[in-house]
């Protein structure tokens, strides 16, 4: 079960607007060592939630490549998301209502400031290993920017340095598709429900490729209607919009368009600079949303920055669902 961290005091975020208080929920999974030197903290990407053992199976457990007898494993869920921490859904503590729409634009600095915070709270002043992919790599890059002594080695998949114009197209299309639903204005549960099915539908299509769909979802037969990809589109829509909420969703995708770790440090190159950990960072070949190129040019930025480049059908998604081919560079890179 998650645990949740309050912070009860203004929480600033980086436009300059507050949160009058913070909660933070998380999942530990192992033993901290006496050292403190066995922290691997994870940072999940837009829709999962704080324990990795769920949506990471097959590569942190028991026995499994990041090995929870060894490790003390920690994952907060990100400000914003609906599994725990505070969301659009939690109530104003000073009005008493749900926030809504009223909740404040937040960064992915502020996700990263919000876990600092919890990290301090747990007594965390080393972290060996910092691991995230997509969003959660976004986080991981900014956090081992803003304190290099803390993460001795980081770990950053299918990611970048600032979210690419792409990137903010395709988030601000599905934001549209959110906001044609007019039940999102409403607070209400399930509200937006709709627009988050189409939502997840178009984002699918980036999360993927030609041959993905190419090879799952080809109809045997020639049909004139009714097609695999099709029913694929609206199962996976409908299999997101059952367990999250589209305002949570909207506000995530903000978040993850601030994404831009130049911004008032020069430039890219001079804020991954600052980092120093070991570095490794994979990239999924097929990635249509965050290509190998930035992949390069993170590996290339960070001084002690190694590329590798996994072969998967997948695209996107392969860092969630490539765990054996994941494991296997980990285990090349470092003696987990
Ligand atoms: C609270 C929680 O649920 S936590 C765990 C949730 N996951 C997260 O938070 C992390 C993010 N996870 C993800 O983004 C995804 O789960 C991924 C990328 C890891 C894997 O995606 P999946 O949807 O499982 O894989 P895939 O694209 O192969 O789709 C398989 C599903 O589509 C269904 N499907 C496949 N083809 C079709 C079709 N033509 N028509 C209808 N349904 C289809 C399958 O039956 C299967 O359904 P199921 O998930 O109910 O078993
Ligand atoms: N499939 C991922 C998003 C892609 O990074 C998720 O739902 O969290």
């Not at 869920?77 to 008493?96: D, V």
């Not at 997948?314 to 890179?333: A, P």
């Amino acid at each position: 079960m998650p645990e949740i961290f309050k912070h009860n005091k203004p929480f600033q975020l980086e436009n300059g607007e507050f949160l009058q208080e913070l909660e933070v929920s998380y999942t530990t999974l192992g033993k901290l060592n006496q050292e403190k030197s066995n922290v691997i903290w994870v940072c999940h990407a837009l829709t999962a939630n704080a324990n990795p053992e769920d949506w990471w199976k097959g590569l942190i457990g028991k026995g499994k490549g990041i090995d929870t007898e060894k490790y003390f494993v920690v994952c907060a869920n990100i400000i914003g998301s609906c599994y725990g921490s505070i969301n659009p859904k939690s109530i104003h503590p000073e009005t008493g209502e749900v926030y809504g729409l009223n909740f404040p634009l937040f960064s992915i600095r502020d996700i990263t400031k919000s876990l600092e915070l919890l990290s301090g709270a747990l007594e965390i002043e080393q972290i060996q290993f910092l691991i995230g992919g997509s969003m959660g790599g976004m986080q991981a890059i900014e956090w081992a920017i803003q304190k290099p002594d803390k993460i001795k080695n980081l770990v950053l998949l299918a990611t970048n340095a600032r979210h690419s114009s792409w990137g903010i197209a395709l988030n601000e299309t599905q934001r549209m598709a959110i906001e044609a639903d007019s039940t999102f204005y409403e607070n209400k549960e399930n509200a937006g429900k709709k627009g988050l099915e189409a939502a997840r539908a178009i984002a699918l299509l980036s999360y993927r490729n030609y041959n993905t769909y190419r090879s799952t979802q080809i109809d045997l037969e020639h049909t004139a209607d009714q097609y695999r990809a099709s029913s694929y589109q609206k199962y996976q829509g409908e299999k997101l919009s059952k367990r999250f909420d589209a305002k949570c969703y909207w506000y995530l995708s903000k978040a993850m368009d601030s994404h831009n770790v130049g911004r008032n440090r020069g430039d890219c190159e001079k804020a991954l600079a600052k980092i120093q950990a070991e570095t490794l960072v994979i990239g999924i070949q097929s990635d249509l949303l965050f290509p190998v190129e930035e992949q390069e040019f993170l590996a290339q930025s960070i001084s002690k920055g190694k590329l590798e480049v996994i072969d998967s059908i997948y695209g996107h998604d392969g860092f969630l669902i490539e765990v054996e081919k994941i494991k296997s560079v980990l285990q090349k890179h470092f003696k987990l």
